[in-house]
């Protein structure tokens, strides 16, 4: 543990230093250092492939399941649009000093709040590769250093990828210790991460319910938590049956392990046709885990289980409960969400006003897929993740949500009496 320690120290010192170089920095200085880490990154498009195939079959021969094989896996498509992201934060508005509002108090002092960024930034997270270049991306052009701890079954694949990032910003300019990739697997790393009050500014954990779990219970430095998507699709009376149906698929079926699919869906007791939803989701393979009212709708229902209202599946399974109006829906949700995304179908304008302002999640849909839970879909170009949280920041957090802001004063020699 005292190796680790002072390995964690000594990258966080190194990062504080490059991020007040990254803090001063103009904004085409990062935009540029951006460019060259796409272009890097395609031009190690073959090594970073080779090092993906190794831990694609590292996560078959220990067992990973398809939903966490879906978000280890590479290839050249996928590859292109991790490059592609971080242009696209190359291409965005830097937040980095932006007045967010002015003010002349009767002190005749002019203040203004002006973003800053937040410093040095941990994040630790799980599986998904492309967290490596999202958060590098973010973090860089929102004025901040980054120390990256990723999960042992993307090992190799975010090591090839941190070496094109780093060669790419180092190219361009700006220090490599910019974007630093913890070395080694040793879990200790991350308890040094989580106690570095002082060193390291936030800690952003993405990642299963174990890893935010430890995380909130052992850091000693503020945490921007992102927890599961236990999310949930309202279909009311008043929905239209071919859009529910559409929305339906989509939302649980378009991609299975990703935190914006739908785990859940409730269904109005007066809709008037709701076999046409569970069995259009039958049809196209999800198992479907039905309450009593929802297991008449289709012999091929299984029961559901008090577990199934609470459980992010990522997988191709959803819950399906009958309720009485968008009142009995909204008390479901508020019972059983994570506060992730939620959604209603309705033609409804009330009933869709009344889910909007009374679901208390960090993202809530109207006629829409809640896969649509995801920072690019949002104008906001790569996400470092979906905060379910209600302080700082909440829903995608990308650039404005890794900066903090600062009081400047303009006096004319006021002296307080």
């Not at 796409?38 to 498009?45: D, K, N, P, W």
């Not at 069995?279 to 039905?290: I, N, Q, S, T, Y």
Request: overall charge negative; hydrophobic content about 50%.
């Amino acid at each position: 543990m005292a190796d680790t320690t002072a390995l964690i120290a000594e990258m966080a010192r190194a990062a504080r230093i490059a991020a007040r170089t990254l803090s001063a920095a103009p904004t085409e200085a990062k935009a540029a250092a951006l460019r060259s880490a796409a272009h890097r990154l395609r031009a190690s498009r073959d090594a970073i492939l080779a090092a993906n195939a190794e831990d694609m079959a590292a996560g078959e021969a220990n067992g990973l399941s398809g939903a966490m094989l879906d978000r280890l896996r590479l290839d050249e498509g996928r590859l292109e649009s991790i490059a592609a992201a971080v242009e696209a934060v190359a291409a965005l508005p830097d937040p980095v000093g932006s007045i967010i509002d002015r003010s002349v108090p009767a002190n005749g002092i002019a203040l203004e709040r002006v973003r800053v960024p937040l410093g040095v930034i941990g994040i630790i997270y799980e599986s998904r590769p492309n967290v490596t270049a999202d958060a590098a991306a973010l973090g860089l052009m929102a004025g901040n250093a980054v120390i990256l701890r990723g999960g042992s079954e993307a090992v190799h694949s975010n090591r090839a990828i941190h070496t094109a990032l780093a060669d790419g910003i180092l190219a361009a300019g700006l220090p490599a210790d910019a974007v630093q990739l913890v070395p080694t697997q040793d879990r200790s790393a991350v308890g040094a991460m989580l106690g570095a009050a002082g060193l390291i500014d936030i800690i952003i954990p993405r990642g299963g319910k174990s890893l935010v779990a430890r995380v909130q219970s052992e850091a000693r430095v503020p945490v921007l938590a992102h927890l599961d998507g236990n999310n949930h699709l309202y279909i009311d009376r008043a929905a239209d049956t071919e859009m529910a149906r559409a929305i339906a698929i989509n939302a649980k079926l378009r991609r299975t392990g990703v935190c914006g699919s739908t785990e859940t869906i409730l269904i109005d007791r007066a809709f008037a046709r709701p076999q046409e939803i569970v069995g259009a989701l039958l049809d196209a393979g999800c198992e479907v885990r039905g309450d009593a009212g929802a297991a008449r709708l289709d012999s091929r229902i299984v029961p559901a289980t008090p577990i199934d209202w609470d459980t992010e599946y990522l997988d191709a399974i959803v819950a399906v409960a009958m309720v009485d109006g968008v009142e009995d829906a909204i008390a479901h949700i508020a019972a059983h969400s994570s506060h992730h995304t939620d959604a209603i179908v309705t033609a409804d304008t009330q009933a869709a006003e009344q889910f909007l302002a009374e679901v208390d999640s960090a993202i809530v849909l109207w006629n829409a897929s809640t896969q649509y839970a995801d920072g690019g879909e949002f104008g906001l170009g790569a996400e470092i993740g979906i905060s379910t949280g209600r302080l700082h920041a909440r829903g995608p957090v990308a650039l404005e949500g890794l900066t903090t802001y600062k009081w400047v004063g303009r006096g004319q020699g006021q002296c307080r009496p």
